[in-house]
């Protein structure tokens, strides 16, 4: 299954019913009626990149682990850290450049209006794309870090110091689903995924309906996403989606480089992570605020 990530919804790497955890490869076997269980970069049910001797090949048992080629160009955890790197980056240096030189006022919120509808365009073109445009991920990280800069400038100026926090939540949250990950305390199956992306899509549906109240004005103070109780209640789950996006972000980097995937796709697995830790940025912003306001 494919994450609901827009990055990985076209490209996305292989996921199977194992444990999840890194340098723990995806395992063969099971692909009898689980479709979950295919090789996007298999031809035939074998692996491509494997060695004589590796995955699909004679001689190896049914059901062990494939062999992750040991030649050049294929996509490795280095490449992913490197080019997560870059994009989270430019976004930073964007915010930072939109906090520094755009003073709150009508015209900047106009601007980050305006950079996040540029980032969202840019972030459907590469998810229609075959391959990774590196100019497009950076150019989406560039206009993303400016709508960030601004909307925190904002929040700043109100709650003074939720940036910062938001941001040491969003590593909090980051660093402890990565732990979980690691520790194989969660099972990342085609199971999982589906009943995740499952409640995120009645999420975004809940959201969109509640939007479209707000708008209409039927609903008051922002409905589900007030800055009471309630948004607090809904914010938290609204991480917590974005924690399970991480899982399967983690997941499809980790059968990426099993399999061999080509190195350009370690763009695409930057990509998915940038645009992941923007939403629980996002989600911790507007937490931290609710919190403040209750203090």
């Known amino acids: 299954m494919r994450s609901s990530n827009p990055v990985f919804s076209r490209r996305g790497f292989s996921r199977d019913n194992g444990y999840a955890g890194f340098n723990a490869a995806p395992q063969a076997g099971y692909a009898g009626g689980n479709p979950y269980a295919q090789n996007p970069y298999a031809q035939g049910g074998q692996n491509p990149y494997a060695q004589q001797g590796g995955y699909g090949q004679p001689g190896v048992q049914y059901g062990a682990p494939p062999q992750a080629p040991a030649t050049t160009g294929r996509m490795t955890m280095d490449d992913v850290v490197v080019r997560s790197a870059l994009t989270l980056g430019t976004v930073a240096l964007g915010a930072v450049l939109a906090w520094a030189l755009l003073p709150v006022s009508p015209t900047s919120y106009g601007l980050a209006v305006g950079s996040a509808l540029i980032a969202f365009v840019l972030a459907m073109v590469q998810n229609f794309k075959r391959t990774p445009v590196p100019a497009l991920i950076l150019g989406y990280a560039a206009f993303e870090g400016v709508f960030l800069g601004v909307i925190s400038e904002m929040y700043n100026s109100r709650w003074q110091g939720a940036p910062f926090q938001a941001v040491l939540g969003t590593m909090a949250v980051t660093g402890a689903t990565l732990l979980v990950y690691k520790a194989g305390w969660i099972r990342v199956t085609a199971r999982y995924a589906r009943i995740g992306l499952a409640i995120a899509m009645a999420f975004m549906a809940v959201m969109v309906v509640n ?20 948004g607090a209640v809904v914010g938290i789950i609204a991480i917590l989606l974005g924690a399970f996006f991480l899982t399967l972000d983690f997941k499809q980097i980790e059968d990426g480089i099993a399999y061999g995937a080509p190195r350009n796709e370690s763009w695409l697995a930057a990509f998915g992570l940038t645009v992941t830790l923007v939403w629980i940025y996002l989600e911790m912003l507007r937490l931290v605020a609710i919190f403040t306001n209750n203090d």
């Not at 939007?211 to 609903?219: D, E, I, N, S, T």
């Open 211 to 230: 939007l479209l109240l707000v708008v209409f004005g039927v609903a008051e103070d922002g409905g589900l996403r007030s800055f009471g109780p309630l």
